[in-house]
């Protein structure tokens, strides 16, 4: 009686133990959209390359960290398993196996049993696992095992259906569905002795452990090889892996075994503490369903799940707590208490003991911070601050908003910031008696203090003070010492103790203050060593966080020298609560406030990078080597495969043309485009927060554009030669045409020289004649201005011998006179022929135009207006016509009539006009 009263004090105490499993290795899920997969996972290897391998129904899966790739079968059957021999990756299928093979950055499958009648055409075989055994390789289905040597295939058939084989210790277990389990040794096979109790069960694991060995079942749970035969495993544990269905099971280091279980996904027993962790969908994983279980180099989990893949880092330094359930919400600060946890939220104040959530009375809203004091907790709420002591909560103040509390270094001072200004606590064992800076009444993030009568404090929005106070804590000053020491952006500042001395980041700058300027100086040791950090938290004298471009970094301090260690962002990444990260120590470990949670990081912890990357570049899904060359404005995918999964992955960075910026490799990834002609070379970079070390460099070279080709450039010659030679040649002709234009432009030119002398010469002629006649008409009209001469001075003539007989008496004397005068003014008749011909042919077109225009005018009528148009007078024109003078007036008035001409219209003036 005492001994299983004393049994089930020990269950209970190791059931209590296991449901202490709150922290949980961090889980990277893959679903289907980002393998573009099948589902089911049905095996799951790490090859050589460092690349994961999974069996996916119809694919043989492959990631390498940063690209998935999926091929399948020539026969389009589902591979069920798969298995690493050197850089052969054996596959088993429906009736094939065989073996793939990488190759210009692509899988290339061979097989092993083509053209060879090896299944019998009755049963579905399918190959369900593959291992080796004695130097050869075993391809087992669940009737039949084929064993290949390399060369040859030789077949066993059991007389019942398998469903798995065993090599444990040299010995190989064949496991049948109902007649239990099976050594085989050569082609004879016996049931272990006592082994009788495994009859109608399905085996799913053998495996040995610390010299023990463990038989995994599907439904009765976990046996042990004992001396007599089969005893069930005496773990509480084991009661609930009974209905869980085991599917599979594996032990790694550390103590621990992993059991994956077709409803209740994934359990994780330590051996050293007697506890275990269960992984499902409660928390963190896809699907409950764990077909295969897989290890990388790190030891790392990979589990093939119903739908999905999930990669469980359990030998990672970092552990989370996860709330799915939404009842914490943000996590503000977290302290580990004897039970288990004390969390402040924006939700309120919870406890958390035993899985389960309770929230303390009165603390509804936002609760900011947790600070241990001894056995207490003082906790900043919206509404006071509350201390949390041996499970009972006490409001101790109702100063809202308590940001933070900050122990003085030179005493045991303790002053908290809140939204109103800065409380002191100046005895911690009084907590409830505090006092307050009356002068600073504004809302205060961080306060430090590392003199006397003196303290800092940094205000929520901008500014830095320095508050000077007595000993009573009166404040007896208060400067802004960011407005002094002329800093614009003093955004945000924050405050960090660091070796009792304290230091001011403000604008990603490191500040000390110097007290005989009573200025703030850069600090050049920070400086130097930590740029762009827009965050940093302690955790104690030699630890700290720093926030860096999105990065945590967990800093050790040796002397003067900061050993850095990343934090990989895939662990927080959107989830770090900006502006309020905080830290709790806890013995060897730390806690950090997360969104839906905490990690738990070891404060040993020292991320060692691996240094050795392999980049693998891709033109047009075409593996390019190194110094190869690519067309122009194609595009360059590289991927830089560091083979880490885990905690260990390195931070990587890369330049292009030795340029001098640091461009963060997203994904693993390098997409390069429109790059121009000529040679590149990226390197890669790892960077561990202070130092860039190059760890791989990649070259390669851009081709001419096809229009600056080989080709293209004798073509470019061969048109160009061809347009020299048609423009020479139409050149030639030209010329040849033209000096036929030139000869016929000649012979015209000289015919029209010709033609245009031979009119000159007609016109020269015509000149000439035109000449000839003008100078006749100027004889002929001096010949009628003599005329007219000559009949004036007949006139003149007349009127002497008028005058003479008037005047002269004498008979024979005025005879003598008379004769005398007529001798002188004789008129030659001919002559006055001669004037009146002259006289028509010098007027012939007017007397043509005038007989024509009036055809009634008379001869006489017609001499009188040519006498008229040479403009001489009735005197002159009395003579010539013979008339008086009175007759030449009278001829004129008749003139005028027939010419039908007014009173006012000039006679003369009209003539000139016909």
């Not at 994780?268 to 499902?280: A, C, G, L, R, V």
């Not at 001072?413 to 307050?436: M, P, W």
């Amino acid at each position: 009686m005492k001994s299983i009263l004393f049994k089930l004090l020990f269950f209970f105490f190791i059931a209590s133990n296991l449901q202490a499993q709150e922290l949980l290795p961090f889980v990277e899920n893959y679903n289907k959209s980002d393998y573009q997969g099948d589902n089911q996972i049905w095996n799951i290897v790490q090859g050589q390359d460092k690349a994961m391998y999974f069996a996916n129904n119809h694919y043989l899966l492959r990631y390498d960290g940063v690209v998935w790739e999926k091929y399948s079968l020539p026969n389009k059957t589902i591979i069920r398993s798969i298995l690493i021999e050197g850089d052969r990756i054996y596959s088993g299928s429906y009736k094939e196996f065989g073996y793939w093979q990488r190759k210009d950055g692509k899988m290339h499958y061979v097989s092993i049993t083509k053209n060879l009648r090896l299944f019998d055409e009755k049963d579905n075989e399918e190959i369900w696992k593959i291992f080796r055994f004695n130097g050869s390789l075993y391809f087992q289905s669940f009737n039949d095992v084929f064993i290949y040597d390399g060369k040859h295939i030789k077949k066993i058939k059991f007389p019942f259906l398998i469903s798995y084989c065993f090599v444990v210790d040299q010995n190989l277990y064949v496991a049948s569905v109902d007649k239990g389990i099976f050594r085989m040794n050569g082609s004879k096979i016996a049931n272990p002795k006592g082994w009788n109790i495994l009859k109608n069960t399905v085996v799913h694991a053998i495996e040995k452990y610390k010299g023990k060995t463990y038989i995994f079942t599907h439904k009765r749970g976990i046996f042990t090889v004992e001396k007599n035969g089969l005893s069930a495993w005496n773990n509480p544990l084991n009661e609930t892996l009974k209905g869980t269905g085991i599917n599979v099971a594996k032990f790694i280091k550390n103590n621990k075994l992993v059991i994956g279980t077709g409803n209740k996904g994934v359990f994780i027993y330590d051996f050293s503490t007697q506890t275990f962790k269960n992984i499902d969908r409660n928390n963190v994983l896809m699907n409950n369903s764990v077909l295969c279980i897989g290890f990388d180099k790190e030891e790392d989990l990979w589990l093939g799940l119903d739908n999905g893949i999930a990669h469980v880092e359990v030998n990672s330094p970092i552990s989370f707590f996860y709330d799915n359930s939404g009842i914490l919400g943000s996590v503000y600060s977290v302290a580990t208490i004897d039970k288990g946890y004390l969390i402040a939220s924006n939700h309120g104040i919870f406890e958390f003991d035993s899985g389960n959530f309770k929230m303390l009375p009165n603390t509804q809203g936002q609760g900011w911070n947790i600070t241990k004091i001894g056995n207490k907790y003082v906790i900043g709420h919206n509404d006071g601050t509350f201390v949390y002591e041996n499970g009972a909560l006490t409001k101790i103040n109702n100063v809202s908003g308590g940001w933070n509390l900050s122990k003085s270094i030179i005493n045991d001072t303790y002053f908290q910031s809140t939204y109103s200004g800065i409380l002191v606590y100046n005895d911690a064992s009084k907590l409830t008696e505090s006092s307050k800076f009356n002068d600073l009444s504004k809302p205060i993030k961080y306060v430090a203090q590392n003199k006397r009568n003196e303290i800092w404090a940094a205000d929520n929005y901008r500014g830095l003070y320095r508050v000077l106070f007595d000993d009573n804590f009166k404040t007896t000053k208060v400067e802004n010492i960011t407005q002094q020491s002329k800093i614009e952006n003093d955004f945000g500042v924050k405050i960090f103790e660091f070796r009792e001395e304290i230091l001011f980041l403000i604008n990603n700058v490191w500040y000390t203050f110097n007290s005989i300027s009573n200025k703030l100086e850069e600090n050049e040791l920070f400086n130097t060593n930590f740029k762009n950090i827009s965050d940093v938290v302690a955790i104690d004298e030699n630890h700290f966080i720093v926030l860096q471009e999105g990065i945590l970094y967990h800093i050790y301090a040796n002397g003067n020298k900061f050993v850095w260690n990343m934090i990989q962002e895939k662990y927080y990444k959107g989830k770090l609560i900006n502006e309020n990260l905080r830290i709790f120590k806890s013995k060897n470990h730390y806690l950090m406030n997360l969104d839906d949670g905490f990690i738990s990081l070891q404060l040993s912890y020292e991320n060692k990078q691996n240094k050795g990357v392999k980049v693998e570049a891709f033109n047009n899904n075409i593996l390019l080597p190194n110094e190869g060359k690519i067309k122009h404005n194609t595009e360059l995918r590289i991927n830089v495969i560091s083979g880490i999964y885990g905690a260990s992955k390195p931070n990587l960075f890369y330049q292009i043309n030795g340029s001098k910026n640091y461009i963060p490799i997203s994904n693993g990834t390098i997409v390069l485009n429109n790059l121009n002609s000529g040679f590149h070379s990226v390197e890669i970079f790892k960077h561990d927060g202070a130092n860039y070390d190059n760890v791989a460099t990649f070259e390669f070279k851009v081709a001419q554009p096809w229009y600056f080709s080989f080709w293209m450039i004798l073509l470019y010659l061969l048109v160009i030669g061809a347009v020299l030679f048609f423009y020479y040649k139409w050149n030639k002709l030209r010329y040849t045409q033209k000096l036929k234009l030139q000869a016929e432009e000649l012979k015209h030119q000289r015919e029209i020289l010709e033609m245009e002398l031979k009119k000159e010469n007609e016109l020269n002629v015509q000149e000439y004649e035109k000449h000839i006649l003008e100078l006749e008409l100027q004889t002929k009209s001096s010949e009628v201005a003599g005329k007219s001469l000559s009949i004036a001075k007949q006139s003149e003539m007349i009127e002497n011998i008028q005058n003479i007989l008037d005047s002269e008496k004498d008979f024979n004397k005025l005879k003598s006179e008379i004769k005398k005068a007529i001798k002188i003014n004789e008129v030659n008749k001919h002559e006055w022929e001669i004037f009146e011909t002259n006289l028509n042919q010098i007027h012939n077109e007017f007397i043509i135009n005038l007989s024509k225009k009036f055809p009634n005018l008379t001869p006489k009528d017609i001499k009188l207006c040519v006498y008229l148009k040479m403009n001489l007078s009735s005197k002159e024109i009395a003579p010539m016509m013979n008339i008086s003078f009175r007759g030449v007036e009278l001829h004129r008035y008749r003139l005028r009539k027939k010419l039908n001409l007014t009173q006012d219209e000039n006679l003369s003036k009209f003539l000139l006009t016909v």
